[in-house]
């Protein structure tokens, strides 16, 4: 989800689906044959067919020509170059956009790289993170609601003003950081923004601070539906706090922390909005998101080149998707 | 962390508690902190901070820079254009997912697994895989007289229509896991006693999502509004961007002004702080709905 954007995200957030399907829902005796609605079928006029066939074609269109068939014209157009004017000037030119790509482009191998570092980051520091923070918040304390809040308003507030919040942060004449430490006089600056060593690290600041109350949120849900019979069990065969966590709450947490993963891998492919809005990608902070983007309303157009970068961040991601998808369905299909 | 001690049941530790409540108040006000800089700093003249420097005790303190924001940068009118995207786009995500939803959960066709995997896969997609044909498309698609830019390129509508299809695959999951667990009794019950297909999904099966709609709706409102990547690159008109995009554009005219930037950034964000306030529980529900489904 999320997005959307952020995404979104998000948008970004597209969130914590299914994969939490939780034992509750495991298959009753008689759940096949209460499938039926087989039964329903013959009961249908030609009108109720027709509404049917409306209700779900005119969503199933919409999202397959905005969303599929540009996919598919992406994997097409990213074998090609096109000036975008006119369909004549579509020229094959086979592979050549990706050899381009993996061999001169100087900005390509970086990007990929950062957009590596940005999931390690964000799985290893804020994600941990978000979970101690839920499972001390799921202990029944007082203002805990007051707490949640707090860590959960970065996730409300769009990445663009997030962006611009953290600007009046590391400033380097202005901001909080440099104002604290004395750096903001000429010939000492702090550069967090412009110094290509250290930008991606201070995105990454931001970035993390907005996904530890997001991963709190679905950990605290998850939180939710571990049996309290369990640690109740488990605390009175004397397992300490930590080891209860270990032996007991961690390992049924199982379905959340496949959702928290994908959602993990997905945010950090989708990565956009921060970097946008501090300083456009340039110099260090390159992302595969950012480079297609820039092939479209940067000076320069070119369609098939964009589009082959599009192909990778696609094929990553579908790499992702697809068997996250095939075990939640296998699952919903059993239930 | 917090403590070590044997839990005996019921009665809770004392300092550890204390610790505990220590740990997170510092933990939430370093959480807000950045927020709460970009407040202070909104809240300061210029011409203080200028000369003070900005961490400086404040003399006076001032709602100012947050008028000027408003009043200059004509922010009233891109809040507009965000209700004329957002507002269509919510309500439209929702009827058309619910009608999916309603298709796939209560007519067990054969398409059924495949139509709710095809939804979902693609929401979960970067949007970057689908935008540049996306933008040909757009450029390519005339709609004149329909649209102020005569084309889909740089409208609401299609803005509308992009929030519609990517969103709509997250709540047709969400929704059609809500309704398979209405027992089917109730529709069938109806269908033998005649009633329509569509009497069906409007007056029986529609009530009973409310609680799921509103918590879609409340997600879907704060991403929309969010949303800042779609107008970045859909919409090139500064006088049509929504909000978020908009102030994109506006940081560039006032970058000497840090304090200026921070209370338009601020009022920015206020629309989705109320929302998130007034219906936090929904919000929070809605984020883990298809958790915690049936």
Redesign the interface.
Known sequence: MSSETGTTSPEAAAAPPPGTASPASSPSPGSRKKRVPRGHRRLLTRRDRLTLGLMAGVPTILHVALVWLTALASIALAFTTWDGIGFDSIKWVGLDNFKELFTTNPQFWPAVEHNVIWFVVLILIPTPFGLFLAVQLDKKIRFSRVYQTAFFLPVVVSMAVIGFVWQLVYNPDTGLINSLIGANKPGHYIDWIGDPNLNLWAILIAASWRHAGYMMILYLAGLKGVDPALREASSLDGANEWQTFKNVVFPTLRPTNTVVLVVTIIEALRAFDLVFVFNKGAQGTELLSILVTNNIIGESSRIGYGSAIAVVLLVISLAVIIPYLIATFRKERRA | ???????K?RTPVRPA?VL??T??VV???A??A??L??LF?ALRPYAE?SAK???SWPDKLSFDNFTNAFQQSDMLHYFGNTLLIAIPAVLLTLF??S??A???S????R?N?F???????????????????????YLLVDLPGITVSGKLYDSALGLV??H???Q???C???LS?YMRSLP?EL??AA??DGA???RL?WQIVLPLCKPAMAALAT?LS??I?????WA??LISTGENMPI??A??NL?GQYFTD?NL??A???L??IP??IV?FVL?RQ??SG????????
């Open positions: 962390m917090s403590t070590t001690v044997p839990l049941r508690r505990l409540h740990f997170l933990t939430s006000l959480w807000l950045p927020l800089w970009a700093a901070t420097g900005y961490v058309l997912s009608c999916v309603f298709y796939v209560r007519f067990d066709f398409v697994l139509l709710l995997l095809v939804f979902t896969a693609g929401n979960l997609l970067p949007q970057q895989v689908i935008i540049t044909p996306l933008y040909r498309l229509l992009i519609v299809a990517f709509s695959g997250f047709a999951f969400v896991n089917h529709t069938e269908l033998v329509s297909v569509w999904y997600l704060i991403w509004y969010n949303d800042f990547f970045i690159v978020t995009s102030l994109n940081s840090p930037v921070a338009g950034a601020l920015t964000a989705t702080l998130y936090q919000f929070v984020l883990t709905l298809g958790a915690n489904k049936g």
